[in-house]
Protein backbone atom coordinates (compact mmCIF):
# COMPACT_ATOMS: atom_id res chain seq x y z
CA UNK A 1 0.00 0.00 0.00
CA UNK A 2 1.41 3.38 -1.20
CA UNK A 3 1.67 5.85 1.98
CA UNK A 4 0.33 8.86 -0.12
CA UNK A 5 -1.77 7.11 -3.04
CA UNK A 6 -2.82 9.33 -5.64
CA UNK A 7 -3.25 9.75 -8.83
CA UNK A 8 -3.49 6.58 -11.28
CA UNK A 9 -3.60 4.48 -8.37
CA UNK A 10 -4.97 1.32 -10.14
CA UNK A 11 -7.94 -0.63 -8.78
CA UNK A 12 -6.10 -2.58 -6.08
CA UNK A 13 -4.76 0.33 -4.41
CA UNK A 14 -8.07 1.95 -4.36
CA UNK A 15 -9.52 -1.04 -2.48
CA UNK A 16 -7.31 -1.18 -0.44
CA UNK A 17 -7.69 2.57 1.01
CA UNK A 18 -11.76 1.28 1.04
CA UNK A 19 -10.73 -1.20 3.29
CA UNK A 20 -8.63 1.16 5.77
CA UNK A 21 -11.87 3.86 5.28
CA UNK A 22 -14.43 0.89 6.12
CA UNK A 23 -12.01 -0.34 8.92
CA UNK A 24 -12.48 3.01 10.70
CA UNK A 25 -16.13 3.88 9.92
CA UNK A 26 -18.27 3.55 13.37
CA UNK A 27 -15.08 3.35 15.36
CA UNK A 28 -14.68 4.86 18.86
CA UNK A 29 -10.82 6.31 19.04
CA UNK A 30 -9.10 7.94 21.57
CA UNK A 31 -6.55 10.51 20.68
CA UNK A 32 -4.18 11.88 23.68
CA UNK A 33 -2.34 15.01 22.60
CA UNK A 34 -5.10 15.49 19.92
CA UNK A 35 -4.44 19.51 19.80
CA UNK A 36 -0.65 19.40 18.75
CA UNK A 37 0.36 19.02 15.10
CA UNK A 38 -0.27 15.11 14.32
CA UNK A 39 -3.10 15.21 16.25
CA UNK A 40 -5.00 17.73 14.83
CA UNK A 41 -4.32 15.99 11.07
CA UNK A 42 -5.26 12.33 12.96
CA UNK A 43 -8.73 13.53 14.68
CA UNK A 44 -9.38 15.05 10.45
CA UNK A 45 -8.55 11.59 8.83
CA UNK A 46 -10.69 9.79 11.33
CA UNK A 47 -13.56 11.88 11.50
CA UNK A 48 -13.34 11.87 7.08
CA UNK A 49 -13.48 7.93 7.77
CA UNK A 50 -16.86 8.00 10.02
CA UNK A 51 -14.86 7.54 13.44
CA UNK A 52 -16.52 9.01 16.49
CA UNK A 53 -12.89 10.42 18.04
CA UNK A 54 -12.45 11.72 21.58
CA UNK A 55 -9.69 13.60 22.44
CA UNK A 56 -7.41 14.50 25.45
CA UNK A 57 -4.74 17.21 25.45
CA UNK A 58 -3.09 19.49 27.96
CA UNK A 59 -4.81 22.77 26.09
CA UNK A 60 -5.78 24.21 23.28
CA UNK A 61 -3.61 26.95 21.65
CA UNK A 62 -5.08 29.41 19.16
CA UNK A 63 -2.63 28.54 16.53
CA UNK A 64 -4.79 25.10 16.44
CA UNK A 65 -7.88 26.90 15.59
CA UNK A 66 -6.31 29.26 13.05
CA UNK A 67 -4.74 26.55 11.42
CA UNK A 68 -8.28 25.10 10.58
CA UNK A 69 -8.47 22.38 13.63
CA UNK A 70 -11.45 22.65 16.19
CA UNK A 71 -13.65 20.83 18.46
CA UNK A 72 -15.90 20.31 15.92
CA UNK A 73 -13.87 17.83 14.59
CA UNK A 74 -14.32 15.40 17.91
CA UNK A 75 -17.22 13.62 19.52
CA UNK A 76 -15.69 15.31 22.70
CA UNK A 77 -12.84 16.64 23.96
CA UNK A 78 -11.10 16.71 27.52
CA UNK A 79 -8.18 19.38 28.21
CA UNK A 80 -6.09 18.75 31.22
CA UNK A 81 -2.74 17.19 32.20
CA UNK A 82 -2.37 13.89 31.19
CA UNK A 83 -1.65 12.94 34.66
CA UNK A 84 -4.56 13.78 36.22
CA UNK A 85 -5.80 10.58 35.69
CA UNK A 86 -9.46 11.36 38.13
CA UNK A 87 -10.26 14.58 35.48
CA UNK A 88 -10.86 11.60 32.32
CA UNK A 89 -11.22 8.31 33.22
CA UNK A 90 -15.00 8.02 34.07
CA UNK A 91 -15.31 9.55 30.16
CA UNK A 92 -13.28 7.52 28.68
CA UNK A 93 -15.11 4.37 30.08
CA UNK A 94 -18.63 6.10 29.26
CA UNK A 95 -17.17 6.37 25.75
CA UNK A 96 -15.99 3.15 25.74
CA UNK A 97 -13.38 3.34 22.88
CA UNK A 98 -12.33 0.64 20.21
CA UNK A 99 -9.11 2.13 19.18
CA UNK A 100 -6.41 4.42 21.17
CA UNK A 101 -3.51 6.74 19.84
CA UNK A 102 -1.34 7.79 22.73
CA UNK A 103 0.26 11.11 21.19
CA UNK A 104 0.39 12.89 24.47
CA UNK A 105 4.09 14.16 25.32
CA UNK A 106 6.39 17.26 26.05
CA UNK A 107 7.82 16.79 22.15
CA UNK A 108 10.96 19.35 22.13
CA UNK A 109 14.35 18.40 22.53
CA UNK A 110 15.41 21.58 23.83
CA UNK A 111 12.41 22.11 26.18
CA UNK A 112 13.35 18.30 27.81
CA UNK A 113 17.11 19.60 28.13
CA UNK A 114 16.26 22.94 29.70
CA UNK A 115 13.31 21.33 32.28
CA UNK A 116 13.84 17.48 32.15
CA UNK A 117 12.09 17.10 35.37
CA UNK A 118 9.26 18.04 33.56
CA UNK A 119 9.60 16.14 30.76
CA UNK A 120 9.80 13.35 32.26
CA UNK A 121 6.79 13.81 34.71
CA UNK A 122 4.76 14.44 31.38
CA UNK A 123 6.33 11.79 29.16
CA UNK A 124 7.39 8.55 31.56
CA UNK A 125 4.82 8.89 34.41
CA UNK A 126 1.95 10.37 32.31
CA UNK A 127 1.81 7.38 29.99
CA UNK A 128 2.06 5.37 32.99
CA UNK A 129 -0.80 6.74 34.67
CA UNK A 130 -2.79 6.48 31.70
CA UNK A 131 -1.98 3.07 30.97
CA UNK A 132 -2.82 1.79 34.13
CA UNK A 133 -6.26 3.64 34.56
CA UNK A 134 -7.07 2.30 30.94
CA UNK A 135 -5.79 -1.06 31.48
CA UNK A 136 -9.90 -2.45 32.70
CA UNK A 137 -11.73 -0.51 29.63
CA UNK A 138 -12.53 -4.04 27.92
CA UNK A 139 -13.48 -2.20 24.86
CA UNK A 140 -10.24 -1.19 23.50
CA UNK A 141 -8.73 -3.65 21.18
CA UNK A 142 -5.66 -1.74 20.14
CA UNK A 143 -3.19 1.06 21.53
CA UNK A 144 -0.30 2.63 19.37
CA UNK A 145 2.02 4.85 21.22
CA UNK A 146 3.99 7.35 19.49
CA UNK A 147 7.69 7.16 20.57
CA UNK A 148 10.64 8.75 18.81
CA UNK A 149 13.26 7.89 16.41
CA UNK A 150 15.63 9.04 19.36
CA UNK A 151 14.97 6.22 21.66
CA UNK A 152 18.03 4.29 20.68
CA UNK A 153 21.37 4.38 22.01
CA UNK A 154 24.22 6.40 20.76
CA UNK A 155 25.23 4.37 17.35
CA UNK A 156 29.08 4.60 16.10
CA UNK A 157 28.99 2.65 12.89
CA UNK A 158 26.65 4.80 10.74
CA UNK A 159 24.21 1.73 10.49
CA UNK A 160 20.86 2.56 9.96
CA UNK A 161 18.62 2.22 13.52
CA UNK A 162 16.62 -1.15 14.20
CA UNK A 163 13.84 -1.97 16.13
CA UNK A 164 16.17 -4.65 17.77
CA UNK A 165 19.02 -1.98 18.32
CA UNK A 166 19.71 -0.81 22.35
CA UNK A 167 17.24 1.56 23.43
CA UNK A 168 18.62 4.82 25.49
CA UNK A 169 18.65 7.74 24.16
CA UNK A 170 21.62 10.61 24.47
CA UNK A 171 19.16 13.75 25.88
CA UNK A 172 16.86 14.37 27.77
CA UNK A 173 13.77 14.19 25.14
CA UNK A 174 15.66 10.66 23.40
CA UNK A 175 15.56 9.22 27.14
CA UNK A 176 12.72 10.03 28.59
CA UNK A 177 11.02 7.99 24.96
CA UNK A 178 13.27 5.26 25.46
CA UNK A 179 11.32 5.10 29.12
CA UNK A 180 8.30 5.23 26.99
CA UNK A 181 8.71 2.07 25.08
CA UNK A 182 9.73 -0.07 28.34
CA UNK A 183 6.64 1.39 29.95
CA UNK A 184 4.61 0.03 27.44
CA UNK A 185 6.39 -3.11 27.37
CA UNK A 186 5.80 -3.82 30.69
CA UNK A 187 2.17 -2.98 30.64
CA UNK A 188 1.91 -5.61 28.06
CA UNK A 189 3.88 -8.55 29.51
CA UNK A 190 2.16 -7.75 32.82
CA UNK A 191 -2.02 -6.60 32.40
CA UNK A 192 -2.91 -6.12 28.45
CA UNK A 193 -1.36 -9.69 27.02
CA UNK A 194 -3.88 -11.63 29.83
CA UNK A 195 -6.51 -8.92 28.36
CA UNK A 196 -6.14 -9.82 24.50
CA UNK A 197 -5.07 -6.49 23.90
CA UNK A 198 -2.40 -5.12 21.27
CA UNK A 199 0.15 -2.10 21.69
CA UNK A 200 2.09 -1.28 19.43
CA UNK A 201 4.80 1.10 19.63
CA UNK A 202 5.61 3.48 16.05
CA UNK A 203 9.16 5.20 16.36
CA UNK A 204 9.38 8.28 14.01
CA UNK A 205 11.15 11.85 14.27
CA UNK A 206 11.38 14.37 12.06
CA UNK A 207 8.05 14.98 10.67
CA UNK A 208 6.87 18.29 8.71
CA UNK A 209 4.02 19.40 7.27
CA UNK A 210 1.16 22.10 7.47
CA UNK A 211 0.01 22.93 10.97
CA UNK A 212 3.07 22.43 12.87
CA UNK A 213 4.17 25.59 15.38
CA UNK A 214 6.34 23.74 17.68
CA UNK A 215 9.24 25.96 19.06
CA UNK A 216 12.77 25.17 17.92
CA UNK A 217 11.61 23.17 15.05
CA UNK A 218 13.19 24.08 11.89
CA UNK A 219 10.53 24.33 9.26
CA UNK A 220 8.78 26.49 11.86
CA UNK A 221 11.75 29.04 12.39
CA UNK A 222 11.98 28.99 8.67
CA UNK A 223 7.81 30.31 8.50
CA UNK A 224 8.47 32.54 11.63
CA UNK A 225 11.60 34.36 9.74
CA UNK A 226 9.22 34.82 6.19
CA UNK A 227 6.25 36.20 8.52
CA UNK A 228 8.93 38.57 10.40
CA UNK A 229 10.69 39.34 7.82
CA UNK A 230 13.83 38.11 9.96
CA UNK A 231 16.69 36.24 9.18
CA UNK A 232 16.41 32.87 10.70
CA UNK A 233 19.51 31.49 12.69
CA UNK A 234 20.59 28.03 11.74
CA UNK A 235 21.87 25.15 14.66
CA UNK A 236 23.35 22.32 12.82
CA UNK A 237 23.40 22.92 9.34
CA UNK A 238 25.06 19.38 8.55
CA UNK A 239 22.68 17.38 10.77
CA UNK A 240 20.80 14.88 8.99
CA UNK A 241 17.30 14.16 9.81
CA UNK A 242 14.42 11.68 8.44
CA UNK A 243 12.67 14.20 7.08
CA UNK A 244 8.90 12.83 6.16
CA UNK A 245 5.84 14.53 5.68
CA UNK A 246 2.70 14.53 8.76
CA UNK A 247 0.08 12.66 5.82
CA UNK A 248 1.95 10.17 4.74
CA UNK A 249 3.31 9.01 8.52
CA UNK A 250 -0.04 8.89 9.88
CA UNK A 251 -1.87 6.89 6.73
CA UNK A 252 1.16 4.28 7.41
CA UNK A 253 -0.02 3.92 11.96
CA UNK A 254 -3.78 3.87 10.59
CA UNK A 255 -3.05 1.41 7.94
CA UNK A 256 -0.57 -0.65 10.82
CA UNK A 257 -3.03 -0.22 13.49
CA UNK A 258 -6.02 -1.82 11.03
CA UNK A 259 -3.97 -4.53 9.94
CA UNK A 260 -2.62 -5.36 13.86
CA UNK A 261 -5.99 -5.68 14.82
CA UNK A 262 -6.77 -8.29 12.27
CA UNK A 263 -3.55 -10.27 13.10
CA UNK A 264 -1.79 -12.35 15.95
CA UNK A 265 0.31 -9.72 17.19
CA UNK A 266 0.46 -8.93 20.85
CA UNK A 267 3.53 -5.94 21.47
CA UNK A 268 5.80 -4.83 18.34
CA UNK A 269 7.18 -1.85 17.52
CA UNK A 270 7.87 -0.10 14.35
CA UNK A 271 9.96 2.70 12.91
CA UNK A 272 8.68 4.92 10.40
CA UNK A 273 11.13 6.59 8.08
CA UNK A 274 11.97 7.26 4.73
CA UNK A 275 14.78 5.55 3.04
CA UNK A 276 17.12 8.54 2.90
CA UNK A 277 17.77 11.51 5.39
CA UNK A 278 19.01 14.71 4.46
CA UNK A 279 20.75 17.28 6.33
CA UNK A 280 19.47 20.54 7.20
CA UNK A 281 21.24 22.94 4.49
CA UNK A 282 19.31 20.90 1.93
CA UNK A 283 16.24 21.86 3.92
CA UNK A 284 17.54 25.28 3.66
CA UNK A 285 18.55 25.75 -0.10
CA UNK A 286 15.33 24.01 -0.77
CA UNK A 287 13.55 26.36 1.03
CA UNK A 288 15.38 29.77 -0.55
CA UNK A 289 14.81 28.08 -3.61
CA UNK A 290 10.80 28.32 -2.90
CA UNK A 291 10.42 31.51 -1.20
CA UNK A 292 13.36 33.47 -2.75
CA UNK A 293 13.85 36.72 -1.43
CA UNK A 294 11.25 36.64 1.50
CA UNK A 295 13.31 34.20 2.87
CA UNK A 296 17.08 34.85 4.26
CA UNK A 297 19.28 33.09 7.18
CA UNK A 298 22.76 32.91 9.15
CA UNK A 299 24.71 29.69 10.56
CA UNK A 300 25.16 30.22 14.58
CA UNK A 301 28.38 29.48 15.39
CA UNK A 302 27.59 29.10 18.99
CA UNK A 303 27.79 25.51 20.81
CA UNK A 304 24.41 24.09 21.49
CA UNK A 305 22.81 21.14 23.34
CA UNK A 306 23.85 17.81 22.43
CA UNK A 307 22.42 15.95 19.07
CA UNK A 308 23.02 13.12 17.28
CA UNK A 309 24.90 14.44 13.75
CA UNK A 310 23.35 11.63 11.51
CA UNK A 311 20.04 9.91 12.19
CA UNK A 312 18.59 7.40 10.34
CA UNK A 313 16.72 4.44 11.25
CA UNK A 314 15.75 1.43 8.89
CA UNK A 315 12.19 1.12 7.31
CA UNK A 316 12.57 -2.28 6.28
CA UNK A 317 10.32 -3.83 8.87
CA UNK A 318 7.43 -1.72 8.14
CA UNK A 319 7.71 -1.70 4.44
CA UNK A 320 7.50 -5.63 4.84
CA UNK A 321 4.50 -5.66 7.04
CA UNK A 322 2.35 -3.20 5.29
CA UNK A 323 4.45 -2.07 2.35
CA UNK A 324 4.08 1.34 3.53
CA UNK A 325 7.23 3.81 2.52
CA UNK A 326 7.81 7.18 1.87
CA UNK A 327 6.48 8.22 -1.78
CA UNK A 328 7.39 11.79 -2.06
CA UNK A 329 11.31 13.18 -2.14
CA UNK A 330 12.33 15.65 -0.12
CA UNK A 331 11.59 18.21 -2.84
CA UNK A 332 8.00 17.11 -3.43
CA UNK A 333 7.49 17.36 0.84
CA UNK A 334 8.64 20.43 1.04
CA UNK A 335 6.76 21.93 -1.60
CA UNK A 336 3.33 20.66 0.14
CA UNK A 337 4.30 21.91 3.38
CA UNK A 338 5.19 25.36 2.17
CA UNK A 339 2.33 25.58 0.05
CA UNK A 340 -0.10 25.03 3.06
CA UNK A 341 2.32 27.66 4.93
CA UNK A 342 1.46 29.81 2.52
CA UNK A 343 -2.14 29.43 2.26
CA UNK A 344 -2.16 30.25 6.57
CA UNK A 345 0.05 33.42 5.37
CA UNK A 346 -2.58 34.41 2.64
CA UNK A 347 -5.41 34.20 5.53
CA UNK A 348 -7.00 31.36 3.20
CA UNK A 349 -10.02 29.25 4.69
CA UNK A 350 -7.82 26.46 6.30
CA UNK A 351 -11.11 24.20 7.38
CA UNK A 352 -11.07 23.95 3.23
CA UNK A 353 -7.54 22.90 2.83
CA UNK A 354 -7.04 20.67 5.30
CA UNK A 355 -10.06 18.80 4.38
CA UNK A 356 -8.67 18.75 0.70
CA UNK A 357 -5.44 17.34 1.84
CA UNK A 358 -7.53 14.64 3.53
CA UNK A 359 -9.59 14.20 1.32
CA UNK A 360 -6.81 13.91 -1.65
CA UNK A 361 -5.07 11.26 0.54
CA UNK A 362 -8.25 9.00 1.22
CA UNK A 363 -8.78 9.30 -2.91
CA UNK A 364 -12.02 10.85 -2.43
CA UNK A 365 -10.77 13.98 -4.56
CA UNK A 366 -7.51 13.63 -7.42
Request: hydrophobic share 35%; net charge positive.
Amino acid sequence: MKAWPHGNYGAKLKQEKNDIINFYQNKRVLITGHTGFKGGWLSLFLKKMGSEVFGISLDRKNKSIESGFNPSILEQEILTDINNVDSYINNISKFKPNLVFYLAAQPLVIEAYNNPVETIKTNVLGLTNFLNAIKGINSIDVILVVTSDKVYDHNFNDQKFVESDRLGGVEPYGVSKAMQEMVVKCFYQSYFKSMNKKIITVRAGNVIGGGDWGKDRLLVDIIKSIDSKQKMLIRYPKNTRPWQHVIELLYGYLTLVSKVSKDDIGFESFNFAPEKSYPAEDIIKLSKKYWGNKFDYIISDKNHIFEEKKLEISNEKIENYINWKVEKNLSHTLKETFDWYNDFLNKENMVEVNNKVIDKCLGIIE
